[in-house]
């Protein structure tokens, strides 16, 4: 069986050099590393993953941190980071919190520390000092994609922030409305507060603040509540359409998953979407790109890869800024157009709109 001496013998390099192109623990210049890789494939040799892991200190093995797997968000950024670790030749090791703080503890307090990461990825925690320290003992990389950090008034260096700003995200969504004419929007959020990562709060400022600039104060009553899922949207839609009096000709929701609600309930009550009624979402769903729903892109899935290329480039020795902003595009698609009356402005129909986020 082919050793490291007979891989790096073939490319003509150190032993030291071979072993730092086939685990990425170190500057290899990309002609060797792809000398060493063809040398690898050819002798067909396979590095024993414990036996590195004993030489370096390193496992290859990333750690994941996601609320639940079971909503879009997390799971495409959760396959977005699984892609990249692929492409990278590192292993996935998946931690789902789920809604027990006790689990939550445990995941911080222990199996991280036990789990001799190169690194860690948090999906939309707010972490608190305590869960800092404890990946500040645990010494690799960390990226915290959405969420927050509690009364920490400096990062620290091993430490960079991924996040989505919310409230632009919900300024652009309520500009691409308020470009086309619409004053007379209604909103649909989420109560009670999402006290992990404030994203209701966010949006919803974002939305009020937007309108605001457009001279128009949103009665109480067009400011509607449901939950972040496509069945609750609908009754409550349908509900807000349904009443007597002037109706919105516009509803920004929270999330896609919602607007897609939104969409269907106009829909069953016999309106047309745009029409009658422009429906604009937020996130980037695929679902809602299928139905034609106008929706600020925050791609998850970009988020996902992007978080481990930062783990990627830290473990290199080249550490990220300790906060950066994702990339957020506006997407203007069949759902949002003027309102009934009003001249159809430049804004496209289809296609889209970059803003930084």
């Not at 990309?30 to 002798?43: I, P, Y």
């Amino acid at each position: 069986m082919a050793g490291i001496k007979d891989v790096a013998r073939m490319a003509g390099v150190s032993t030291a050099t071979a072993s730092r192109a086939l685990s990425g623990s170190g500057p290899v210049a990309d002609s060797t590393r792809v000398k060493v890789l063809a040398a690898a494939e050819s002798l067909g040799y396979v590095a024993h993953a414990s036996a590195a892991s004993l030489a370096s200190g390193r496992t290859r093995s990333i750690g994941l941190v996601v609320p639940t797997v079971d909503r879009w968000f997390f799971s495409a950024a959760l396959e977005g980071a699984a892609q990249e670790l692929m492409a990278h030749g590192l292993d996935l090791t998946l931690y789902d919190a789920g809604l027990s703080a006790e689990r939550r503890s445990t995941i911080f307090t222990d199996l991280l520390r036990r789990g001799r990461l190169d690194g860690l990825v948090t999906i939309s925690f707010k972490l608190s000092p305590f869960e800092l320290a404890g990946m500040e003992r645990m010494g690799r990389p960390v990226v915290a994609l959405g969420g927050r950090v509690e009364s920490r008034a400096q990062l620290p260096e091993w430490f960079t922030a991924l996040q989505v700003d919310h409230f632009r995200a919900a300024t652009l969504a309520t500009e691409h409305l308020t470009a086309l004419g619409h004053r007379d929007v209604a909103y649909l959020g989420r109560v009670p507060e999402d006290v992990e990562f404030q994203v209701s709060t966010e949006r919803t400022r974002g939305f009020l603040q937007a309108m605001a600039a457009v001279g128009v104060q949103v009665p109480d009553e067009w400011m509607v509540e449901a939950d972040f899922t496509t069945g609750g949207a609908f009754h409550t839609v349908r509900e807000l359409l349904s009443r007597p009096g002037p109706r919105p000709t516009a509803i920004l929701c929270i999330s896609d998953e919602m607007a897609i609600g939104a969409y269907t309930a106009a829909l069953s009550l016999g309106l047309s979407v745009p029409g009658d009624v422009s429906v604009m979402g937020i996130d980037g769903h695929p679902d809602g790109a299928r139905l034609g729903i106008s929706t600020v892109d925050q791609s998850p899935r970009e988020q996902g890869r992007r978080a481990v290329r930062l783990i990627v480039e830290a473990r290199k020795g080249n550490p990220a800024p300790r906060q950066i902003l994702q990339h957020l595009a506006v997407r203007p698609r069949a759902s949002t157009a003027a309102p009934p009356g009003v001249p159809r402005t430049d804004v496209p129909s289809s296609g889209r709109i970059s803003a930084a986020g």
